[in-house]
């Protein structure tokens, strides 16, 4: 049946006409009306369906708008066009709900669809046409349940007087997903929230200055509701079953299971195939289990959600799947990497995901000199950073097929190859993981009790080798100072214990591990105060010192100590951690 504009309208208005006539509601729209905004409008009571209209019971009014077509690519889409124009008049109007009704063959039938047109919602509507007169909007079909309709206008009406239903967003990026609890929308009588959102744009606002300001729009096309309950997965092999989240659409199940959620598998409603998605886990243990459990899955027939069988098709009857031959391989580089990142201690799982392409090109060289030992030129100690960290590695010498190996510093096997013996004033050795010495809190993979275990094993043969240790201890000490690891702290108190044990400590060595003590505790014990009440009486004047600050003496009494010391020990002095324990007003006078 063809029709002209004025038929299209009016059988536009009587489609929607014989709709609402279901519904407890009174209707005034005008044919043919040359009012340029409103075609009239929709009037809603409280009474119950049946009722008379009556002033007591009326709850208000909605301006409604209403537009036939019967364009055909447009009925398939539920879109309709809208005109700057006619969207700032609307917006000046202070809103209303605009209907599209598409008209099929017989021009007396058809699809009832709407859109809430709030003052808020149009200003977001122009900002995303882009200076463009015209575009198509997407209109959503209005609901053929009598219940949800009624629902619906009444949210309608209060939604576009109090410029759509909004939910406080204080992040910095709009949300991607958000969670039931975290929307605070109006819904009417057993209206649901799920409801509610196929039905309305939400508008989302953040807190500026203590004003909300609206950022976005969360629109019914573009949204996927789900409900999300949790469930244990068992997959072949796997001892123990993992809590895992299954959301469910309308039509599909999507379980994510896995370390960190990282595998997806998708159940398409009324199909028998499932999809399965991997993604990058955050680290590279997490990464190899979940390569091994999709590896297990895609040679298994089964699996487990809370403990009930779900089955499927076996892959092992496809044995040249790429997929699978794909994911071996990836198994096979994330072994050889975790081999990598065992021996260095360079976290290159990490810096491939998040490092610079400075940082990337650096490591991807110290890679190819570990996959390849013969392309290294000579042996030694090396240093290289990431992220801000310092690792040290060593480069020592293999065997015939792999000339040199990759090794931490901070590795047991390191020491042999490092232990080396110095013959200046004497033959000593020098604890060979103190090399990682310049600057001790930028240390990457720091392992004090390599060092204290080397220690324990070599002790101390000569006065030299008391005098690197102890001047090591002094820098963990700064490092403590600086960074308040303990760590440092800790190595250091226990290497002292064990320098205090050879025949070549002294007093200062004892001063040195006392202060490392009142870091830890300032209430030092009884036959410690003893001893450093006896080097109050010292002849050295910076051993006395060193025990005043330790006793807490006064700064008067400190400064008066501090005099006594020859003007080239005070400089030597205020380079050393004892002088971090003085006041502040005291320092600046020294």
């Not at 009474?47 to 208000?60: A, P, Q, T």
């Not at 490591?363 to 690792?391: M, T, V």
Request: charged share 25%; glycine share 6%.
């Amino acid at each position: 049946m063809k029709l002209n504009t004025k038929q299209t309208e009016e059988s536009a208005i009587n489609i929607l006409k014989a709709r609402l006539a279901r519904l407890h509601v009174d209707t005034g729209f005008n044919v043919n009306d040359k009012t340029p905004i409103s075609d009239g409008f929709i009037a809603l009571y409280t009474s119950s369906m049946g009722k008379e209209f009556k002033k007591s019971d009326f709850f208000g009014k909605i301006e409604v708008q209403i537009k036939g077509t019967r364009n055909q690519k447009n009925k398939k889409s539920k879109k309709f066009p809208l005109t700057t124009v006619g969207l700032n008049s609307i917006k000046r109007n202070g809103g209303l709900l605009f209907f599209v009704v598409y008209l099929n063959d017989d021009g007396v039938t058809g699809d009832i669809c709407f859109r809430e047109l709030s003052p808020l919602l149009i200003d977001r509507y122009l900002k995303n046409m882009h200076g463009k007169q015209k575009k198509l909007f997407q209109f959503l079909p209005f609901p053929e349940d009598d219940n949800e309709a009624n629902n619906l206008l009444l949210r309608s009406l209060t939604q576009i007087s109090d410029q759509q239903p909004l939910v406080l967003w204080n992040k910095d990026e709009n949300p991607k997903q958000m969670d039931s609890g975290s929307i605070g929308i109006k819904v009417f009588s057993n209206e649901s929230l799920e409801e509610t959102l196929r039905t309305t744009d939400v508008v989302l606002y953040k807190n500026v200055d203590n004003m909300h300001v609206p950022v976005g729009v969360v629109s019914p096309e573009k949204i996927e509701i789900f409900h999300s309950k949790k469930v244990s997965v068992q997959f072949p092999g796997q001892k123990q079953a993992i809590i895992s989240k299954l959301e469910v659409y309308d039509d599909k199940l999507i379980l994510r299971v896995g370390n960190s959620g990282c595998i997806k598998l998708i159940f398409i409603k009324d199909s028998n195939v499932v999809h399965l998605d991997l993604k990058d886990a955050p680290n590279l243990d997490e990464q190899l289990n979940n390569v091994i459990m999709v590896l297990k899955l895609l040679n298994s027939d089964s699996f487990l959600i809370d403990d009930k069988e779900v089955s499927f098709e076996s892959n092992s009857k496809h044995s040249n799947n790429q997929f699978e031959a794909r994911l071996k391989k990836i198994y096979q580089s994330l072994q050889t990497i975790s081999g990598f990142e065992d021996s260095t201690h360079i976290p290159y799982y990490e810096i491939e995901h998040q490092g610079t392409e400075e940082e990337k090109s650096r490591l991807f060289n110290l890679f190819r000199g570990y996959l390849n030992g013969n392309e290294i030129q000579r042996a030694g100690l090396y240093k290289s950073q990431f992220f801000g960290k310092d690792y040290y590695i060593v480069v020592s010498p293999g065997n015939p097929k792999h000339r040199f190996v990759f090794q931490s510093l901070f590795q047991k096997s390191t020491a042999a190859f490092l232990n080396v013996e110095y013959k200046r004033k004497g033959s000593f050795f020098i604890n060979p993981y103190t090399y990682a010495d310049q600057n001790i809190p930028l240390v990457g993979d720091f392992n004090g009790q390599l060092i204290i275990d080397w220690y324990k094993t070599h002790g101390f043969h000569s006065k030299r080798e008391v005098e690197f240790a102890d001047s090591y201890c002094i820098k963990l000490i700064f490092a403590f100072d600086r960074t308040h690891r303990k760590t440092f702290l800790n190595t250091s108190i226990s290497c002292y214990k064990l320098i205090l044990q050879s025949k070549y400590s002294d007093s200062l060595v004892w001063l040195n591990y006392v202060q490392t003590l009142f870091r830890k505790n300032c209430k030092l014990p009884g036959d410690i105060q003893s001893k450093l009440f006896g080097l109050i009486g010292s002849k050295y004047s910076e051993e006395k010192f060193g025990a005043g600050v330790l006793l807490q003496y006064s700064n008067d009494d400190l400064l008066q100590l501090w005099n006594d010391i020859p003007s080239k020990e005070q400089q030597t002095l205020l380079s050393y951690p004892i002088t971090n324990l003085l006041d502040p007003s005291l320092r600046k006078q020294l």
